[in-house]
């Protein structure tokens, strides 16, 4: 006889039709991982769901035997409420993610939003069903949280260190930047505040009205030289509202390449520390960063081209460490081609200036040549001696300013990233001995620079340059110095006895 018609599967003492006297008709306690499953709708047919093999959940009895489901309860006490497992019920820290419910079939669109609820008109999602559960259970069962690898919280760590690192050395060397070019800025001219208007009318023929005008906007420099605080002085003038001040280059050229001290001195006496942004040895020139600057009037900036030989001018500045001195006279002459020689050609000096006669000394340096209207036309540079054109000598009635226009290149340049550049053509000119032919005479060509490509040999002497006739070579030099790097110019050129025009494209060099 086969195992399912034993009659040993049943109790001895028991028919087999007969219950146990304290049998229950169904559990009293769920299965593990058991749920209850809502009624199915009177008008709907329950569709039957996939088989899940359900394994019941030991427990010891009294008496030491493991049976498939709970004991039951004694007789007397009530039938504790049906137990929810643990990964069903919501934590009250961590709310189960609900599920999108879906409305029984026949009962219209499913339910994604606020309001009455698909079961009893409950709002929203999560609200109790008809089962004392939250609809998002009922529907879409239990959400389960997913734990991550172990090896993920390392991985973290060692990435957060390794960002940080890098931000460190990141910000750092940003810092270092910043520092090296502090007072930089990248618009130029353009990107600060400076005065547009001129403080006077053109007519003005005040004197005393200019020296009041521009005054304020005046200031006296100390500056380190040769390792000795205070060894250098001259003057400057406020350039905008950001604390800029324009002077010379070597009036702090010293101090720059020591590392020295530079105070500046404004027209209340007050004194304030200053910084170099940059400076151009060739066209000796120099910008400052002033701390506390901010509050001082700038100069306005005016034009030189429309100057006239005989124009009144006013000079502003400290000659002989006298400061706030104003000394009025002329313009003697126009495009002045003037020279201050350094150490090398790089740092030598080359000036197509305005001269004058207004008393201009040894302090000077670096302050404003200023018309009748109160703008600044000029920057004081040099003075004519018995020996040549120096700032060591003293005044007399020749002096020679930097022009405005070549002020604002170069300052603009400096601005913007703290140098200055200037053109070349990649040749060597003869600058005294000059023989009897009027023009700069070439003494060597450089290959592949703007004067080979052009086609200028060695003993071709240039005598203009676009319209601007060329005297010698310092007077080339200025000319070709009035332009800027990647422009492109015409010269005449003397070869054999015969002129000709070449187009040379200039190339830059810093300096």
Same mark, same amino acid.
């Given at each position: 006889?086969?195992?399912?018609?034993?009659?040993?599967?049943?109790?001895?003492?028991?028919?087999p039709d007969e219950a146990p006297e304290h049998a229950p008709e169904e559990p009293t306690q769920p299965l593990a991982g058991w749920s209850p499953q809502p009624e199915p709708h009177p008008e709907q047919p329950v569709e039957p769901g996939p088989e899940q093999s359900v394994e019941p959940e030991p427990s010891v009895q009294p008496d030491g035997q493991a049976y498939g489901m709970v004991a039951d309860p004694p007789p007397d006490e009530p039938a504790?409420?049906? /137990?929810?497992?643990?990964?069903?019920?919501?934590?009250?820290?961590e709310p189960a993610a609900p599920t999108v419910p879906f409305a029984p079939a026949g009962s219209g669109p499913a339910y994604f939003g606020p309001g009455p609820g698909p079961y009893g008109g409950q709002p929203g999602y999560g609200q109790p069903g008809p089962y004392g559960q939250p609809d998002y259970l009922q529907q879409g069962g239990p959400t389960r949280t997913r734990k991550l690898p172990l090896w993920v919280w390392p991985a973290v760590a060692a990435l957060a260190l390794l960002v940080g690192i890098l931000g460190g050395l990141a910000g750092g060397a940003l810092q270092d930047q910043l520092a090296s070019n502090r007072g930089t800025v990248d618009n130029g001219l353009e990107?600060?505040?400076?005065?547009?208007?001129?403080? %006077?009318?053109?007519?003005?023929?005040?004197?005393?009205?200019?020296?009041?005008?521009? %005054?304020?906007?005046?200031?006296?420099?100390?500056?380190?030289?040769g390792g000795e605080d205070g060894g250098a002085t001259g003057s400057g003038f406020v350039l905008d509202r950001e604390g800029h001040v324009v002077t010379n280059n070597h009036v702090v050229a010293s101090a720059a390449a020591d590392d020295g001290a530079i105070t500046v001195i404004d027209h209340e006496g007050v004194r304030h520390e200053a910084t170099v942004v940059g400076r151009s040895a060739v066209y000796d020139l120099a910008v400052l960063d002033v701390d506390g600057a901010e509050s001082l009037e700038p100069a306005a900036l005016g034009a030189s081209q429309v100057l006239r030989v005989g124009d009144s001018?006013?000079?502003? $500045?400290?000659?002989l460490g006298l400061s706030q001195t104003v000394t009025s006279g002329i313009v003697s002459a126009l495009n002045r081609p003037v020279t201050t020689?350094?150490?090398?050609?790089?740092?030598?000096?080359?000036?197509?200036?305005?001269?004058?006669d207004a008393a201009i000394n040894p302090g000077n340096s670096g302050g404003p040549l200023v018309n009748l209207a109160g703008e600044v036309v000029g920057v004081n540079s040099a003075i004519a001696t018995n020996g040549g054109s120096s700032g060591e000598a003293g005044?007399?009635?020749? $002096?020679?300013?930097?022009?405005?226009?070549?002020? /604002?290149?170069t300052v603009d340049q400096i601005l913007r990233t703290g140098e200055a550049e200037y053109p070349v053509i990649g040749?060597?000119?003869?600058?005294?001995?000059?023989?009897?032919?009027? $023009?700069?005479?070439?003494?060597?060509?450089?290959?592949?620079?703007?004067?080979?490509?052009?086609? %200028?040999?060695?003993?071709?002497v240039i005598t203009a340059v676009d319209d601007q006739p060329v005297s010698d070579g310092i007077a080339l030099i200025v000319a070709i110095r009035t332009h800027l790097p990647g422009e492109t110019v015409e010269m005449s050129v003397v070869r054999g006895g015969e002129e000709q025009v070449v187009e040379v494209e200039l190339d830059g060099k810093v300096g």
């Open positions: 006889m086969s195992d399912e018609h034993r009659p040993d599967d049943q109790a001895p003492d028991q028919a504790p409420a049906p /137990r929810v497992p643990q990964a069903e019920q919501p934590r009250p820290y990107g600060v505040r400076t005065q547009t208007a001129a403080p %006077l009318d053109a007519d003005n023929g005040s004197v005393p009205a200019v020296a009041q005008a521009l %005054l304020p906007s005046t200031v006296q420099i100390v500056a380190a030289f001018v006013i000079a502003f $500045g400290a000659p020689s350094g150490e090398s050609d790089d740092e030598s000096s080359y000036i197509n200036a305005v001269q004058t005044n007399i009635g020749v $002096g020679f300013a930097i022009p405005i226009e070549q002020v /604002r290149t040749a060597q000119v003869r600058t005294g001995g000059e023989t009897d032919a009027a $023009g700069a005479t070439i003494t060597e060509v450089m290959p592949d620079t703007p004067a080979a490509r052009a086609g %200028l040999e060695k003993d071709d």
